[in-house]
């Protein structure tokens, strides 16, 4: 089985903010297995079923962004033998770039953070979107809970969907297949137009 965590805030505030990009993904994933994230448990939001002949459990956490380790924590527990695959928003990517990790640290990111602190390993899959990196005279919570500009909603909506793809080949074909197909995908592409 296969935890599949969207990082995220709750609340109206934050719907379509950068820090909200793994929430966006689980919505889209919830679409494809024609079902509605809205059992309440694990301190979050969940939906179980079927992606790419796997079991799946879709958790947006309702934690905050920085206390997101909690729910994961609480999922794990439950499924002691499930494949955590966490989904979240990265500063240091091109917005609509993805990168595909199958290990690696919190890179700055709190709720990847809070997640490795309650886990005690940083031994996860996960799904990175780009956001972009924050303009120099501003605050980086203020960038984060930022919504889209009108251009980059767009292309955003292409990323989310990319994403899932991603999550559905990992499920599908394994983290190794995923890594080598869409990292360095965008880059590529924008050097060859």
Do not use: W
Not at 15 to 34: Q, Y
Not at 117 to 134: C, D, I, M, N, P
Not at 176 to 191: L, P, Q, R
Request: proline letters at 2%; aromatic letters at 6%.
């Amino acid at each position: 089985m296969y935890i599949i965590v969207g990082l995220g805030n709750p609340g109206r505030q934050y719907e379509h903010t950068r820090h909200n990009a793994g929430f966006e993904v689980i919505d889209i994933l919830a679409d494809r297995m024609g079902a509605a994230i809205e059992e309440r448990k694990f301190k979050g939001l969940c939906k179980r079923g079927i992606l790419e002949g796997q079991k799946v459990m879709l958790i947006k956490p309702q934690t905050f962004m920085n206390a997101s380790g909690e729910c994961v924590r609480a999922a794990m527990d439950f499924y002691k033998e499930a494949t955590l695959l966490v989904v979240y928003d990265d500063i240091s990517l091109e917005p609509g770039q993805l990168r595909i990790r199958g290990k690696g640290s919190a890179g700055g990111h709190n709720g990847i953070k809070n997640i490795i602190a309650h886990l005690g390993t940083q031994e996860f899959s996960r799904v990175k979107v780009g956001v972009g990196a924050k303009p120099e005279q501003m605050d980086l919570a203020d960038y984060v809970l930022s919504r889209f500009g009108k251009g980059e909603q767009q292309q955003m909506n292409q990323a989310f969907m990319e994403a899932a793809d991603a999550v559905s080949m990992v499920l599908g074909q394994g983290i190794e297949v995923t890594m080598n197909h869409f990292n360095g995908k965008k880059k590529a592409e924008s050097e060859t137009a």
